[in-house]
């Protein structure tokens, strides 16, 4: 019953900055990784960013030096700083949040927030 949200997309404009948020409700467990998604329409949902459970980060090389994760444990929450923005960074943005069970780890998927570059 783990409710993941994103907040803070929106039309920005090439160049511009914006950051997103992702908080996990009703979680009851441990969130081990946290990581952000991308996805263009018509195209497969891209991983491009991972924050793991000890602030490890790791990035796809069309983000990095631009975007940077980060996380709150005691909030639940991931954030997506995104600077320098480019018209191919439109997209729908999708967190993912990892919780650990007894037996098993559980993926849980927000509904996405719209970023929109324009020039």
């Known amino acids: 019953q783990v409710h993941v949200a994103e907040s803070g997309g929106g039309l920005v404009q090439v160049g511009g900055s914006l950051r997103l948020s992702c908080t996990a409700s009703e979680v009851t467990s441990t969130i081990s990784d946290m990581r952000w998604y991308r996805q263009a329409p018509g195209e497969e949902r891209i991983l491009f960013a991972t924050?793991?459970?000890?602030?490890?980060?790791k990035y796809d090389d069309s983000v990095e030096d631009r975007f940077t994760i980060s996380r709150d444990n005691a909030k639940d929450t991931v954030y997506l700083q995104m600077n320098n923005l480019k018209p191919e960074d439109t997209d729908i943005y999708y967190c993912n949040v990892v919780v650990s069970g007894l037996d098993t780890d559980y993926d849980y998927w927000g509904r996405g927030t719209q970023v929109t570059v324009s020039s």
């Open positions: 924050i793991t459970e000890g602030g490890l980060t």
